[in-house]
């Protein structure tokens, strides 16, 4: 029997690792596909051990290098003069920045989630976990991003306690410094989970330096590491409020193995991130632009398409669901409300040609011109030539050995 249930695991892995990384095309904006260095730190005996704070548990001198050198290397990435890589995601992440920076009562002030915002702050979330009042940004729906002007005024009236920027959709940078400053009453925090990456590379924006106190998020979206969270900050008592009740309250053991496989991909963004963030982008205004050509529905069409990662296009709910399915029966796997990334193909090596393709393959999808089976052959073929991760670095001493 026990032979039965291993055969049926081993069976679901191989079969999802050959669909998934040698006939599929992944353009889910919420992915990425880690080095293989970074993959190898996933398996080392960190995961298997504790560590606390107080030293109870022994035998973990090198677990804490492992934690310095991630939040050495953070700090250095991001230009933060705090970081800390405990949190297990993104999620856990804004929950700590929510347990530190309100109390119950407290106004937060996001993106609605009908407009893309983060369903995590809302009601049916944290607000509700926290006792908090939740307002939202006046949004333009056909910038595709938070009303600066609008929002002014409403901070004169409902003086938010905590301000969030970022969002699940966000192809354009939201307007922090202009709104920031007239946030005196407000923190200001930037939830860059989606953008993790472009910001690592010094691109999209800067939040830490635009009038945020802290920058918190995923590590597994256009940052190409595990699935995890990051916090970091340069206002020394914003970070150690957040800071303080993450042990034990939030996180108890760290999972030292996904720290490890994050401090290595945060090496390679020291390396390679600004390149990495330059493609990502340019593929993003050239798919967007060819969509377009292909008269398939592209929101924020007259503003650039995209300035990050994200081309959305603009169809219903049902209609998104529907080319959605379409797609994937053609393996090229979006999500449920057309949010299309370039962050996993531009790290296999894509760039602005492949866009064209690819924008003619989802045209032909959305219009119903051709059988899935065509298109589906035709994906395959284009990515038989980029199964290979770019901006990676080697491990140290294959490095040396090459030298």
Known sequence: MSYHYLERLENAVRLHEEWRNTECLNMIASENFASPEARRMLTTDFCNRYTATDKFYRGSRFTDE???LAEEVARKVFNARFADVRPFSGHIADMAVLQGLTKRGD?????????GGYQGFTQDSLGR????????????KDAVNIDA??????????KPNLIIFGSSFIPFPHPVKEIAGDADDSVCVYDGSHVMGLLAGGEFQDPLREGCSLLMGSTHKTFPGPQGGIILGNNEEVFKQVAADLYPMIVDNIHWNRVASLALTLTEMLQFGKSYAQAVIKNSQALGKALDENDVHVRGASHGYSKSHQVLLGYDKTKSEFIAKRLEESN????????????EVTRMGMGPPQMEEIAEL??????GKKPSDVVKKRTKSLIKDFKTPRYVLRSAAEAAARA
């Open 149 to 158: 002007k609008e929002t002014r005024r409403m901070l004169e009236s409902e």
């Open 362 to 367: 989802i045209g032909i999808v959305v219009h």
């Open 66 to 68: 492992v934690q310095a």
């Open 107 to 115: 106004k937060i002030l996001s993106v609605n989630p009908s407009d």
């Open 332 to 343: 090229i796997i979006i999500d449920n409300l057309c949010r299309i990334g370039t962050n």
């Open 129 to 140: 976990l926290f006792g908090l009042k939740d307002i939202y940004f006046p949004y333009d």
